[in-house]
């Protein structure tokens, strides 16, 4: 590398590091050194003269540092600052006008008219073929928009590139066909395959959302599922109320029959007899009522075409349906979601048939809780009954008579 270049290389370095505006993503400092990668790759293949070299790699390092000075034109303004730094290093005009003439065939549309321009025109587009193409392409579009040049969608940005590439650029050097080339044309193929899937997933989107307008609305179905939801957290309360009442009442019955019952073939004990008898009632009565809180009721499991057609089954609870072949309920099925108001009228049965089976278990339960107390109540009160006024010679102690209770 010549003295000039490291000398140019060390001003355009700091000048569009502290010079150039900080919406420029694309247009700076690591773009100007990518196509100075690019032109030195290409001239190392390429048979100039090293005064050609020189001024090319000149080029490609103030090619783009008219940035500095606003985007419109920066190709001239570039030349303009090229030749006042290069005048002061007391480089020959000759060799300033070639450097402005590389740096103006840069500009976009231009068509190179020797091999300099070529390489030079190449080495402006080399990441072309690079595989951080979509990325670097994106800083681009990021940059056009914080100019306020233009504004593109992914999509609007994806077309312009493919037809960039398509119809707008080419490579004119044969290094660049033959060896950057391949990269381009890979770069071309995501975009294309870009392109059919965002379109493919634009077509499910417009699906996905024709559905939802032809599905029941949102707050439709958050109503049937919360309404559901509660009706099942409800009949587990009760289901888990009842076996609570149930064991007690078995553990209740079991310490009478073990403890106390043996007692009362003692005449001394007689007095116990319509306390326990009291007492074992209501706790039979509570754990009767427990039980048929939680008994399921059984159903037919069976059901007809005709009911099907004319929507007077409902295929959503397993009673309707466990003893149908798989075959016959597929069927119905399939008559049910073709049909918005039979789903509805179906999820809405579930609700009040499961609303009427939660009215049958509270009503029970509140009778066997209303009963259990009631039992506890007045087995308590006949126990002090009998032991105050029946009890033998009616001085036993509290204490006593909480013990034959039990032991």
Same mark, same amino acid.
């Given at each position: 590398?010549?003295?000039?270049?490291?000398?140019?290389?060390?001003?355009?370095?700091?000048?569009?590091?502290?010079?150039?505006?900080?919406?420029?993503?694309?247009?700076?400092?690591?773009?100007?050194?990518?196509?100075?990668?690019?032109?030195?790759?290409?001239?190392?293949?390429?048979?100039?003269?090293?005064?050609?070299?020189?001024?090319?790699?000149?080029?490609?390092?103030?090619?783009?540092?008219?940035?500095?000075?606003?985007?419109?034109?920066?190709?001239?303004?570039?030349?303009?600052?090229?030749?006042?730094?290069?005048?002061?290093?007391?480089?020959?005009?000759?060799?300033?006008?070639?450097?402005?003439?590389?740096?103006?065939?840069?500009?976009?549309?231009?068509?190179?008219?020797?091999?300099?321009?070529?390489?030079?025109?190449?080495?402006?587009?080399?990441?072309?073929?690079?595989?951080?193409?979509?990325?670097?392409?994106?800083?681009?579009?990021?940059?056009?928009?914080?100019?306020?040049?233009?504004?593109?969608?992914?999509?609007?940005?994806?077309?312009?590139?493919?037809?960039?590439?398509?119809?707008?650029?080419?490579?004119?050097?044969?290094?660049?066909?033959?060896?950057?080339?391949?990269?381009?044309?890979?770069?071309?193929?995501?975009?294309?395959?870009?392109?059919?899937?965002?379109?493919?997933?634009?077509?499910?989107?417009?699906?996905?959302?024709?559905?939802?307008?032809?599905?029941?609305?949102?707050?439709?179905?958050?109503?049937?599922?919360?309404?559901?939801?509660?009706?099942?957290?409800?009949?587990?309360?009760?289901?888990?109320?009842?076996?609570?009442? !149930? &064991? #007690?009442? @078995?553990?209740?019955?079991? =310490?009478?029959?073990?403890?106390?019952?043996?007692? *009362?073939?003692? /005449?001394?004990?007689?007095?116990?007899?319509?306390?326990?008898?009291?007492?074992?009632?209501?706790?039979?009565?509570?754990?009767?009522?427990?039980?048929?809180?939680?008994?399921?009721?059984?159903?037919?499991?069976?059901?007809?075409?005709?009911?099907?057609?004319?929507?007077?089954?409902?295929?959503?609870?397993?009673?309707?349906?466990?003893?149908?072949?798989?075959?016959?309920?597929?069927?119905?099925?399939?008559?049910?979601?073709?049909?918005?108001?039979?789903?509805?009228?179906?999820?809405?049965?579930?609700?009040?048939?499961?609303?009427?089976?939660?009215?049958?278990?509270?009503?029970?339960?509140?009778?066997?809780?209303?009963?259990?107390?009631?039992?506890?109540? !007045? &087995? #308590?009160? @006949?126990?002090?009954?009998? =032991?105050?006024?029946?009890?033998?010679?009616?001085? *036993?102690?509290? /204490?006593?008579?909480?013990?034959?209770?039990?032991?």
């Amino acid at each position: 590398m010549s003295e000039i270049v490291e000398k140019s290389e060390v001003y355009v370095t700091d000048l569009l590091s502290n010079s150039l505006d900080s919406k420029y993503l694309y247009h700076n400092l690591r773009h100007t050194q990518r196509v100075v990668s690019g032109a030195e790759e290409l001239i190392e293949a390429s048979d100039l003269k090293n005064e050609q070299k020189e001024h090319l790699l000149l080029a490609a390092w103030f090619h783009d540092t008219g940035f500095t000075k606003g985007y419109e034109d920066h190709e001239t303004k570039s030349c303009e600052i090229a030749r006042t730094f290069l005048k002061t290093l007391n480089y020959k005009d000759s060799s300033i006008e070639k450097v402005c003439q590389y740096i103006m065939a840069t500009k976009l549309g231009y068509e190179p008219i020797s091999l300099p321009e070529e390489i030079i025109k190449d080495a402006d587009t080399s990441h072309f073929r690079q595989k951080s193409y979509m990325s670097t392409s994106e800083l681009l579009r990021e940059e056009l928009r914080l100019l306020g040049i233009a504004e593109f969608s992914p999509a609007e940005w994806r077309e312009e590139n493919i037809k960039l590439f398509r119809t707008d650029h080419r490579f004119y050097t044969d290094y660049a066909k033959e060896n950057w080339q391949k990269g381009k044309d890979k770069n071309i193929k995501r975009l294309i395959k870009e392109k059919k899937a965002r379109k493919t997933l634009a077509k499910k989107e417009q699906l996905k959302a024709q559905f939802k307008n032809e599905s029941p609305e949102r707050g439709i179905q958050t109503m049937f599922r919360v309404t559901m939801r509660n009706h099942l957290k409800l009949s587990d309360i009760a289901d888990t109320k009842a076996n609570i009442l !149930l &064991s #007690v009442n @078995a553990i209740i019955i079991s =310490l009478v029959l073990s403890n106390l019952i043996p007692k *009362l073939d003692n /005449p001394s004990n007689d007095y116990l007899i319509y306390p326990t008898g009291i007492f074992l009632v209501f706790a039979i009565a509570s754990m009767v009522l427990s039980i048929l809180a939680t008994r399921p009721n059984v159903t037919r499991g069976e059901f007809t075409k005709e009911d099907v057609k004319n929507k007077d089954v409902n295929l959503l609870f397993f009673g309707n349906f466990h003893k149908m072949n798989l075959p016959e309920y597929e069927w119905a099925i399939q008559e049910l979601i073709q049909d918005k108001k039979y789903v509805y009228s179906s999820l809405t049965k579930d609700l009040y048939f499961l609303g009427v089976v939660l009215d049958r278990k509270y009503r029970l339960l509140r009778w066997t809780y209303t009963i259990f107390m009631i039992g506890m109540i !007045l &087995s #308590v009160i @006949a126990f002090f009954v009998a =032991l105050k006024f029946y009890g033998p010679e009616r001085v *036993l102690k509290l /204490p006593e008579a909480t013990s034959a209770l039990f032991f």
